[in-house]
């Protein structure tokens, strides 16, 4: 029978994907680690998560503008870093875009035209977000900071809060109605006379 119970948030250092993070070079920044912590090979994660989002945008821009020499060289940059943390898929893919950029196959053997570099690029590079989002879900899992789960959490309780504010704004309001003083007999002699206030007065006096 499959076990019904959730997939659990953090992934030891044995359950990393082999296929999405090399142990061996992992391994060698966890073994820079405080014994009761990871604080270091985070803060080293984490900006390897700042540098790829912002060459990811710059890969964008230089491919809208089909500069070939800087793909080139931001797929250099972000295999090295991709590299340093054991991001396999992205580092091999970042260098795929190293070798398009200079107009060379995968493996800098053979010369490109340029309409098949830029389109191998371009494929590339829309890989290779999808390669980097799965590392980063994993190493976040890793370290126990699970981005997708925050954000979750996050929206939960905002929902809860509107939730609580729209109740709150549907709850009638009750004011108290202005209370008008009841109407004397005089008065409501008056109203009911045919000729007016002057007669009733005088029907009261005379009585």
């Known amino acids: 029978m499959a076990s019904t119970e959730p997939e659990a948030s953090t992934l030891s250092e044995a359950e990393l994907p082999p296929d999405i993070i090399d142990m061996d070079i992992f391994g060698q920044l966890l073994e820079m680690d405080e014994e009761d912590d990871h604080e270091f090979s985070k803060s080293i994660v984490w900006n390897y998560f700042d540098q790829a989002k912002t060459t990811f945008e710059q890969m964008e ?3 809208e503008q089909e500069d070939l020499s800087e793909l080139s060289t931001l797929g250099h940059f972000l295999k090295g870093s991709s590299a340093a943390c054991g991001v396999i898929k992205v580092r091999d893919s970042c260098e795929y875009m190293q070798h398009y950029g200079k107009q060379k196959d995968e493996k800098a053997l053979a010369e490109l035209p340029r309409p098949v570099a ?20 994993a190493l ?19 929902n809860e809060v509107s939730a609580q ?20 007999l005089d008065d409501a002699t008056a109203a009911a006379s045919p000729k007016g206030p002057a007669i009733a007065a005088t029907t009261a006096a005379s009585s």
């Open 118 to 137: 830029l389109h191998k690029l371009t494929e590339t590079l829309r890989d290779v977000k999808v390669q980097y989002k799965e590392a980063e879900k």
């Open 165 to 184: 504010n729209a109740a709150k704004q549907q709850q009638p309001v009750h004011t108290a109605a202005a209370s008008e003083p009841a109407p004397s």
């Open 61 to 63: 821009k230089a491919l």
């Open 140 to 158: 976040r899992r890793f370290y126990n900071d699970d981005e997708e789960q925050q954000q979750a959490a996050a929206a939960l309780a905002g």
